[in-house]
């Protein structure tokens, strides 16, 4: 209890799967908590299990493609709490598409949602942070960012660049200190894993070295870190939660 005292964090997909995950654990470790997402009824109630524990938190409905929506979710966090301490970049999509089968109003709809999403968040909190004498900021990648997985270009690719505009903008403002990490979560059972899941678990267990998938919190709580001051000396990291995928 009590890693995040103090602090406020946007957190956006918040809605389900890790996102969610990550609003609770933060709420029960002191941080008042903006969950954004675009599924605004399931936002609402993860934001009402918060209060319910006690903790303290506020559901927006935001589209992560829209700068317009994000400059007006930095505005109410702002109003509401007064400050932004910690951004979590983890709204996502999946997409089962090889480079030569894809149009490329495909390829762009990824990047706008894994990729020019987290920039957009970046631009618009950063300046936020700095007005505060720093800040954390936590880009959810994917070891699809490390290591290549076929079918998932789109993704992959957005996953890759996620990982190095990490390290860019972590480079750009450590002076600020604004740190700027990215986490490589491997097969997580989540929404989003659950369909690919019927098919495909055989497969995702060849390479997850652990005899079981990870579960939002095994994410979360690395997260959580990350947010953390126990984390003041990371910055430009990767924090790989992956069963041992990447080992191999
Ligand atoms: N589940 C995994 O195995 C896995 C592995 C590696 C990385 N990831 C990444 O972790 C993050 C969380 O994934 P998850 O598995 O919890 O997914 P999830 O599908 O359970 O949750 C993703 C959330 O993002 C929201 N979202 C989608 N588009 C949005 C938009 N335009 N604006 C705002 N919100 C939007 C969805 O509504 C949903 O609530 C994603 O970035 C994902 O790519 C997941």
Redesign the pocket.
């Known amino acids: 209890m009590g890693r995040l005292k103090g602090k406020v964090a946007i957190i ?10 990550e609003a609770k654990l933060f709420a029960n470790e002191g941080a008042k908590v903006v969950a ?4 605004i009824e ?2 609402n109630q993860i934001v009402e299990e918060i209060k319910k524990e006690g903790g303290e938190a506020l559901a927006l409905e ?4 829209s700068e317009e929506a994000w400059k007006s979710v930095v505005e109410k966090t702002i109003q509401s709490f007064g400050k932004v301490d910690v951004l979590v ?6 997409t089962e598409k090889t480079i030569a089968n894809m149009e490329m109003d495909e390829w762009n709809k990824v990047q ?3 990729l020019n ?1 987290p920039v957009i968040g970046m631009k618009q909190v950063i300046p936020e942070m700095k007005k505060l004498g720093g800040g954390s900021v936590i880009n ?5 960012g490390i290591v290549g997985m076929a079918g998932t270009s789109p ?1 992959t690719g957005a ?1 890759g660049a996620l990982r190095s505009l990490s390290k860019a903008a972590a480079v750009e403002y450590a002076k600020d200190l604004v740190r700027v990490n990215s986490v ?10 659950a369909p690919a899941m019927e098919q495909a678990q055989a497969y995702f267990q060849t390479f997850t070295q652990l005899p079981y ?2 579960k ?1 919190e095994d ?1 979360a709580y690395g997260v959580l870190f990350l947010a953390s001051d126990e984390s003041r000396f990371m910055t430009g990291a990767e924090l790989v939660i992956d069963g041992g995928w990447t080992a191999l």
């Open positions: 956006t997909g918040a809605a389900n799967g890790m996102g969610a995950s954004t997402d675009i599924q399931r936002l935001h589209d992560v493609t970049n983890n709204a996502g999509v999946s706008d949602v894994l999403a959810i990648s994917s070891i699809g993704y996953k490589h979560p491997g097969i997580v059972e989540t929404p989003m894993t998938f990870g939002p994410v």
